[in-house]
């Protein structure tokens, strides 16, 4: 069992962790964005341009999928900082 200081400690980290994570969630949905954009553009064309497309939808739903995983992994990271913190008032 952690005493007080190493649980607050850890409690900082993780903060300091889910903010980079946070980062990592801002980027991944810009990259969704703009994969969806182009995906949307080139499966309209005809010849290279629509593989360019296919590319892009897949790389699309790729993203999608982390970004997802990604949200859940900062919401539950947020529940474990509220619970080591809550263990300390008690």
């Known amino acids: 069992m952690l005493d007080k200081q190493e649980l607050l400690d850890e409690a900082r980290k993780q903060k300091q962790a889910l903010a980079v994570i946070g980062v990592w969630r801002g980027w991944l ?14 499966l309209k064309s005809a010849g290279v341009v629509f593989i ?12 999608l ?3 997802l995983l990604v949200n859940l992994s900062i919401r ?3 529940r474990n900082v509220e619970k080591m913190l809550d263990s300390l008032k008690s």
């Open 76 to 78: 539950n990271g947020h």
């Open 29 to 42: 949905f810009t990259l969704t964005t703009l994969f969806f954009i182009l995906s949307v553009f080139a």
């Open 52 to 63: 360019l497309g296919v590319v892009s939808a897949i790389l699309t739903a790729v993203c």
């Open 65 to 67: 999928t982390l970004l």
